[in-house]
């Protein structure tokens, strides 16, 4: 009797995972095109990053600047497998990943800040680093772009840094189009 039991409890379970083999495959794929750039500017409060004050003065070393590569994405394609045997809808999951095509990519990214005292340019573009790493942006973007969409970044050096200052950040796409993200006043001690 038990060994019944046992095979009608192993043929019920081969009938479900059959369902789920054949109801598996669902599949997407997005194009996704870049379409612009934000930013805020940030200090670390702990380890927790927190958005300043614009009226209230801080340290050069703890301006930390996040950078948000902004998307848009849509469905170029999706693919389902389609069958005449009845699937059970809780067993339908999708097998493959998504698949994500990038129409555009950053080529190059400039930073520039301007001194609100006397309205000069400095381009620092080289002395922003990206947290965790000491590879300028200018570098690390375009050699990881696209997929990674949120930077955090840190000056490297800061003793050419007036005391106020707003900054332009521009990324040359690989189709010739520019975005950029320019921040509010930043007051330093």
């Given at each position: 009797?038990?060994?019944?039991k046992?095979?009608?409890?192993n043929i019920?379970?081969l009938m479900l995972l059959a369902?789920?083999i054949?109801?598996c495959?669902?599949?997407n794929?997005?194009e996704?095109?870049?379409?612009?750039?934000?930013?805020?500017?940030l200090i670390?409060?702990?380890n927790?990053?927190?958005?300043i004050?614009?009226?209230?003065?801080?340290?050069?070393?703890?301006l930390?600047?996040e950078?948000?590569?902004?998307?848009?994405?849509s469905?170029?394609?999706s693919?389902?497998?389609?069958t005449?045997?009845?699937?059970?809808k809780?067993?339908v999951v999708?097998?493959?990943d998504d698949?994500?095509?990038y129409?555009?990519?950053i080529?190059?990214?400039?930073?520039?800040?301007?001194?609100?005292n006397?309205s000069?340019?400095?381009?620092i573009?080289?002395q922003l680093v990206v947290?965790g790493?000491?590879?300028?942006?200018?570098?690390?973007?375009?050699?990881?772009?696209?997929?990674t969409?949120?930077?955090?970044m840190?000056l490297?050096?800061t003793s050419?840094?007036?005391?106020?200052?707003?900054?332009l950040?521009?990324?040359?796409l690989n189709d010739?189009?520019k975005?950029?993200s320019t921040?509010?006043?930043i007051n330093?001690?």
């Amino acid at each position: 009797m038990k060994k019944k039991k046992m095979k009608i409890k192993n043929i019920i379970t081969l009938m479900l995972l059959a369902q789920l083999i054949i109801g598996c495959c669902n599949t997407n794929t997005y194009e996704v095109t870049i379409s612009g750039l934000e930013s805020r500017v940030l200090i670390f409060d702990g380890n927790n990053p927190v958005e300043i004050d614009e009226q209230a003065p801080i340290n050069k070393e703890d301006l930390v600047i996040e950078l948000l590569i902004t998307e848009f994405e849509s469905i170029a394609s999706s693919e389902q497998i389609k069958t005449d045997v009845k699937v059970l809808k809780a067993a339908v999951v999708p097998c493959g990943d998504d698949e994500f095509i990038y129409s555009n990519k950053i080529e190059s990214v400039k930073v520039e800040l301007l001194n609100l005292n006397n309205s000069e340019r400095i381009d620092i573009t080289n002395q922003l680093v990206v947290l965790g790493t000491a590879e300028p942006i200018s570098e690390y973007i375009p050699s990881n772009s696209p997929g990674t969409r949120d930077y955090l970044m840190k000056l490297s050096d800061t003793s050419n840094i007036p005391n106020q200052i707003d900054y332009l950040i521009e990324a040359t796409l690989n189709d010739g189009s520019k975005i950029s993200s320019t921040g509010g006043t930043i007051n330093f001690n």
